[in-house]
């Protein structure tokens, strides 16, 4: 079956490194997003792709990166990890506007 | 741009009463509306979707929310609550640009 996954599904890291989560879809969608998961906040958009080469920033980017180079994969990187930034990240998936996103499991991030 | 109300961050119910969970949006264009539940350390899980065909939508166990454009709001019931039905929820409004904007969620607990 056609699914999303990422990977790890937990990180513990240290305050000033580099960290990077995988994101994997298998279903061919152009459309892919990263969010942040904060209690009160419900899910912040980080980043997002609309394809190949495409990426733009969401209203919570500072501090984070993405890339795509095919169309299964968006990883986000976290250039110089942060207290700030432990939280839990989910990726997504959307095939057309009429459908609606297909979430992964999450990836549970601890800065120290 | 678009944004997403959620009234109320903890909805108590007995087992058997009616579950009223609240959402109000603004959007600019006419809207895609959703619901979601996420269980306890798990992704999230659609529930239902409106997409502009009928304005009662009727989603997975036994959930159904009603489109009022007058009074911009989505709002999710159950008839019927189950203890299986303790978990997080959350409404999300998209326009034309594939993006998800939720709400802050509403933590639903049912009472034996």
């Known amino acids: 079956d056609a699914e999303i996954t990422q990977s790890p599904r937990h990180k513990i890291t240290e305050t000033g490194r580099q960290v990077t989560l995988a994101c994997h879809q298998t279903?061919?969608?152009?459309?892919m997003f990263w969010y942040r998961q904060d209690l009160g906040h419900g899910l912040r958009l980080i980043h997002y792709?609309?394809?190949?080469?495409?990426?733009n920033k969401g209203e919570v980017s500072d501090g984070y990166s993405v890339s795509r180079s095919n169309t299964e994969d968006l990883p986000l990187t976290l250039e110089s990890a942060a207290s700030s930034q432990t939280s839990v990240y989910f990726c997504?998936?959307?095939?057309?506007?009429?459908?609606?996103?297909?979430f992964g499991p999450g990836t549970r991030l601890t800065v120290l | 741009a678009q944004s997403v109300t959620q009234l109320g961050s903890h909805v108590s119910v007995s087992e058997g009463a009616l579950v009223l969970l609240r959402c109000n949006y603004s959007?600019?264009?006419?809207?895609?509306l959703f619901w979601y539940v996420q269980y306890p350390n798990q992704g999230l899980q659609l529930l239902l979707k409106?997409?502009?065909?009928?304005?009662l939508v009727k989603g997975i166990n036994g959930f159904e929310a009603e489109f009022k454009k007058s009074e911009t709001s989505f709002h999710l019931t159950k008839p019927s609550a189950h203890m299986s039905d303790a978990a997080e929820y959350f409404c999300?409004?998209?326009?034309?640009?594939?993006?998800?904007?939720f709400g802050a969620g509403t933590t639903v607990t049912v009472r034996a």
């Open positions: 792709s609309y394809g190949v080469h495409d990426t």
């Open positions: 959007s600019s264009v006419p809207p895609y």
């Open positions: 409106y997409t502009s065909a009928a304005t």
């Open positions: 997504a998936s959307r095939p057309n506007l009429e459908d609606t996103q297909y």
């Open positions: 999300a409004v998209s326009s034309n640009d594939y993006k998800l904007s």
């Open positions: 279903w061919n969608h152009n459309n």
